[in-house]
């Protein structure tokens, strides 16, 4: 098992707000296939039950009293490689899968596996305990639609995490084509922040708009001077011309303002980016910000030329919902 790959920093194709789908399980009798694939974390609830026993909050099959294995296939919610694994067993403790594998297909045309479909090992066999994470980075540049968790002989796993790069054809994009080049779905991902107490900086690029304070990035009470940051690489480089900042839901707890910078970066690694972002060119000057509303900025946006990260500074705290940062992608 090995943890080199920064997970947080990466985008979790098997979300399920991406649309991602368990698609088929050999057995999910005691808890659903598709609780596996939630954004959020793992609950227990403890009187909590339903016809068939105890309700848990992943995929659960019954005890196996035959040879064989369970194992359960996931349509990824965006095509891309697989660069981390988080196989989580939160809150299964006597009931956990002992081990698991995992395996990788690609289907052309948005079609699902077949009998004849060919999967590429892509984890081989591995221990499991109860009510941890289990972290693993690979090294796979293939492509992949699909994945298959194999679980030894049966039991539960809360979560599956699949983290990679979506698959994009940028030469299919054409430069007069507006894309917002910060979007999950666009391979946009948030790198760094000095604070996300209340909602995960992550949340900042996911599909539509947030469906309450959590589904966005939310710093603690600011109690010293300064103010808060996230940092944000796009999908792919290119040219800004109309921002969209959305504080849905952020009433009593959104910032008084917000500015952007930005820079093409073309050197460094994204741990010490945040030094090189403290002298980055202003995209967005300051504009103050207003509750539960969508902000569109496009006579205030700089023209900077191409760029591939962004710095958003929120003064002094709060929570945002949701950044767009619309434009042409760099041919």
């Known amino acids: ?35 596996m694939l939630k954004t959020e974390a793992a609950v227990f ?31 990824l919610g965006l095509p891309g490689s697989i660069e981390g694994l988080n196989i989580d067993t939160a809150n299964f403790t ?3 899968a002992p081990s698991a594998s995992v395996d990788a297909c690609f289907v052309a045309d948005g079609q699902d596996p077949q009998a004849e479909t060919q999967w590429t090992e892509i984890l081989g066999s591995e221990s499991l305990q109860g009510d941890s994470e289990h972290l693993f980075s690979l090294t796979d540049n293939t492509v992949y639609t699909h994945v298959r968790l194999n679980i030894y002989p049966d039991g539960g796993v809360a979560r599956l995490r699949v983290y990679g790069k979506p698959s994009i054809n940028w030469e ?8 917002d ?20 900086m992550g949340n900042l690029l996911n599909p539509g708009r947030g469906i309450n304070m959590g589904d966005g990035w939310e710093t603690a009470r600011r109690r010293t001077p300064g103010n808060d940051w996230v940092i944000i690489a796009l999908g792919n480089k290119g040219c800004v011309n ?9 009433k ?23 030094a090189q972002s403290l002298f980055w060119r202003e995209l967005l000057p300051a504009q103050k910000l207003s509750a539960d509303n969508i902000h569109n900025y496009q006579e205030q946006v700089n023209t900077l030329g ?8 929120i003064y002094p705290d709060g929570g945002i919902s949701r950044v767009r940062m619309f434009g042409s992608v760099s041919k």
Not at 242 to 250: C, L, Q
């Open 1 to 35: 098992m090995t943890t080199e790959l920064n997970f947080d920093r990466h985008i979790n194709l098997a979300d399920e707000k991406l649309g991602a789908e368990a698609i088929f399980a050999t057995d999910d009798f005691f808890a659903d296939k598709q609780r």
């Open 45 to 75: 609830v403890p009187d909590l039950y339903d016809d068939n026993g105890k309700w848990m909050d992943g995929w659960e099959s019954r005890r196996k009293r035959h040879e064989g294995y369970d194992y359960c296939i996931v349509r």
């Open 94 to 96: 006597g009931n956990y």
């Open 172 to 179: 299919s994009i054409s430069a007069e084509q507006e894309i």
């Open 181 to 200: 080049l910060a979007a999950t779905i666009n391979g946009g991902r948030a790198i760094a922040c000095n604070d996300e107490h209340f909602g995960v």
């Open 242 to 250: 109309r921002i969209e900042i959305d504080t849905a839901h952020f």
């Open 252 to 274: 009593g707890n959104y910032p008084d303002s917000v500015n952007i910078q930005a820079a093409c970066v073309t050197g460094g690694t994204e741990e010490q980016i945040q």
């Open 306 to 313: 191409d760029i591939t990260h962004i710095r958003v500074n």
